[in-house]
C-alpha cells in the first residue's frame, strides 16, 4: 500500500514522489513495470484501473520501438525456410519494391487501417490486383508476428479490405482457319515458330509450354508432361530483363498429360534439334542458371523466352499481316493464349466432348471450360435445332384449312 507525503494511504500500486506528482505503477502480464505519473491523483487511479484491466483481459501489449524493417527480417528468417523459391522472390519483389520504401523506418506500433488503405491504393496506380494481393500478403504475414509477440494488439493489415477491379470480360475468340493459315505462313522460319505451332495444337499456357525441358516429352507414347509452369517478373535491378523461376501450375488440375497430334510429335523433335544447336552455338549465355538450362524453348542465347517477347513477336505478326489486307478481313488481335482459344474452338468443331477438352486445357472443372467457351456451346445448339426440322417433315401435316372435324364427334369417340 503506498502513501501520500502526508502519511495517507493511497490505495495498492499508488505513491506520491517527493516532487508532488501522484504515481501508479505495477508489474504487468509481461513481467514490465508500466507507470504514470501526473499532479492529479484521480488522473493516476483512471489510468491504473484502466491498464489493470487491460492486462486482465490481455489487451495490452509490449513496449517497443521496433520498425517495419527489423520485423520483416525477422519474419523472413523463419518463413523462408519451407517456402519454394519462386514465392520467395515474389515475396522479396513485395517488400522491396513496394512496402520498404513507405514503412522502413516507421514503428509497428503505428501502423494503422487509415494509413494503409491509402498505401494501397496508391499502388493501384502502378500495380494489378495480383500484386497488390501478394504485398498484403507479406505485410499481413508480418504484423501477424507481431502481433503473436504481444507488441501489437491486432493485426491493422486484415482490417484493411481491398476491392478488386472488375475483372475484363474474357475474350476467348478462335483464329479462323484462314486467320490461323495467314499468321502461321507468315511465321515460317522464325525463331519462335515451333513454339506457336506446339501451343497452337496441344492448347497449353505460356507458363507450361516454356517450362518443358526434354524429360516432360514421352516420344514413344505421343504425350507431355505438364508438372510446372515458368515464372517471370521483371526485374529493376537487372535493367529490365527478366528474373525466370519454375512454379507451380495455375491449379492441381493443370499438373496433366498431354497427349501430341502428329503435328506437335514433329514440331517438338524439330525443337530438340534447335535446341542442341542454340547450346552449341558461340552466343549462348554460359551464365544461365543451372534449373534454365535445360528448357526446350529458348532465344537464341539460350535464355528463358518472356511471355511480353512472345506477345511482341505476334503482335508484329499481325500488324504486317493486316498491312497487306483490306480492313473488313483484318485477323483478330493475337497473343499466346488466343492460340489456347483456337486449340479449344478446333477440338469442338472437330466433335471433342467439353469434358476432355476441360482436360486437355487443365481446367479444374468442366463448368469453367463451358463458361469460357458459352459461344461455341449457343452455336452448337443453334446448329442442332435445324436439325429438329427432320424429325417429321411438313408434307405429312394436315392443313388448318383443311382441319374440318365435327366436335361433337371427337367427344363420341372419346367417350
Known amino acids: 500500500m503506498g502513501k501520500d507525503l502526508k502519511g495517507r494511504e493511497l490505495g495498492q500500486y499508488l505513491s506520491q514522489r517527493k516532487d508532488g506528482r501522484y504515481q501508479a505503477r505495477f508489474t504487468d502480464r509481461f513481467g514490465e513495470r508500466p507507470e504514470k505519473k501526473s499532479k ?26 521496433d520498425t517495419v524493417d527489423i520485423w520483416y527480417h525477422r519474419w523472413k528468417n523463419r518463413a523462408f525456410v519451407d517456402l519454394a523459391v519462386g514465392t520467395q522472390k515474389i515475396y522479396e519483389w513485395a517488400y522491396n519494391y ?11 506500433t503505428d501502423i494503422n487501417e487509415y494509413d494503409l488503405e491509402g498505401f494501397f491504393q496508391e499502388l493501384k496506380e502502378s500495380y494489378d490486383d495480383g500484386s497488390i494481393s501478394s504485398v498484403k500478403s507479406v505485410f499481413s504475414q508480418i504484423m501477424q508476428c507481431c502481433k503473436q509477440a504481444k507488441y501489437i494488439p491486432y493485426n491493422p493489415v486484415k482490417e484493411v479490405k481491398l476491392k478488386k477491379r472488375k475483372k475484363p470480360k474474357i475474350d476467348s475468340k478462335a483464329l479462323t482457319i484462314r486467320e490461323q493459315n495467314l499468321l502461321f505462313e507468315y511465321l515460317k522460319g522464325h525463331l519462335y515458330y515451333n513454339f506457336f505451332v506446339f501451343c497452337l495444337n496441344t492448347g497449353l499456357r505460356y507458363g507450361e509450354a516454356a517450362a518443358l525441358t526434354k524429360k516432360d516429352i514421352d516420344l514413344d507414347r505421343k504425350v507431355v508432361h505438364i508438372t510446372k509452369s515458368l515464372k517471370y517478373r521483371r526485374d529493376k535491378d537487372l535493367e529490365a530483363k527478366y528474373d525466370f523461376n519454375f512454379g507451380t501450375t495455375k491449379n492441381e488440375s493443370s499438373v496433366r498429360i498431354v497427349p501430341l497430334n502428329e503435328t506437335a510429335y514433329e514440331t517438338i523433335k524439330r525443337q530438340m534439334i534447335i ?21 526446350l524453348f529458348v532465344t537464341a542465347k539460350n535464355l528463358p523466352i518472356s511471355g511480353p517477347s512472345l506477345d511482341s513477336v505476334l503482335k508484329n505478326a499481325r500488324f504486317q499481316i493486316n498491312y497487306q489486307l483490306e480492313e473488313e478481313d483484318y485477323i483478330i488481335q493475337l497473343s499466346v493464349h488466343r492460340l489456347r482459344h483456337t486449340f479449344a474452338t478446333r477440338c469442338y468443331e472437330n466433335g471433342i466432348p467439353m469434358k476432355i477438352i476441360s482436360k486437355y486445357l487443365g481446367h479444374s472443372s468442366v463448368l469453367i471450360t463451358e463458361k469460357i467457351y458459352i459461344h461455341l456451346l449457343k452455336e452448337h445448339m443453334d446448329l442442332q435445332a435445324e436439325k429438329l426440322e427432320t424429325i417429321q417433315t411438313m408434307e ?14 371427337l367427344l363420341i369417340e372419346a367417350v
Open 275 to 295: 535446341k542442341e544447336r542454340i547450346e552449341k552455338s558461340k552466343y549462348a549465355d554460359t551464365n544461365v542458371p543451372h534449373e534454365l538450362k535445360k528448357l
Open 40 to 65: 492529479s491523483l484521480k488522473e493516476v487511479k483512471e489510468w491504473l484501473k484502466e491498464e489493470k484491466a487491460k492486462d486482465a483481459l490481455a489487451l495490452n501489449q509490449k513496449k517497443t520501438t
Open 396 to 409: 405429312h401435316i394436315q392443313s388448318i384449312e383443311d382441319f374440318d372435324i365435327d366436335m361433337d364427334d
Open 98 to 108: 513496394c512496402i520498404y520504401p513507405h514503412y522502413e523506418n516507421v514503428k509497428v
